[in-house]
């Protein structure tokens, strides 16, 4: 199982950024699938889950920022963040179910 996530990278507070994450030998339809972050200094928090059935959760530091998806046939996922905040600064990791996690992708947020 490979999990490539890609997208981050340094923005100003306001802006948006997308991450994507490709899964290879595990399929994101079968699966509870998602995001995570660590800030530094702190533990691993969840930012949004998504269903086998596309139904949606998201971490109560969201507050409708950020969006989750995922492109079955392209075996997908995405977190789209808006309206980004310098407390948005992190690694970025998506995760599949049950304990499957790609690499961290970071986000610098400037204020």
């Known amino acids: 199982v490979q999990l490539q996530a890609s997208g981050g990278g340094s923005v100003q507070a306001g802006g948006s950024l997308r991450l994507s994450c490709a899964a290879s030998?595990?399929?994101?339809?079968?699966?509870?699938v998602g995001w995570y972050r660590q800030l530094p200094g702190q533990e691993r928090e969840l930012v949004a889950l998504i269903s086998r059935s596309g139904r949606t959760n998201y971490g109560g530091f969201v507050k409708g920022r950020f969006t989750i998806s995922k492109d079955n046939a392209k075996n997908t996922m995405y977190l789209q963040m808006d309206s980004l905040k310098p407390e948005d600064t992190a690694v970025y990791y998506c995760?599949?179910?049950?304990?499957?996690w790609g690499q961290g992708t970071l986000v610098t947020v400037s204020s």
């Open positions: 030998g595990i399929s994101v339809s079968a699966n509870v």
């Open positions: 995760y599949v179910h049950s304990n499957y």
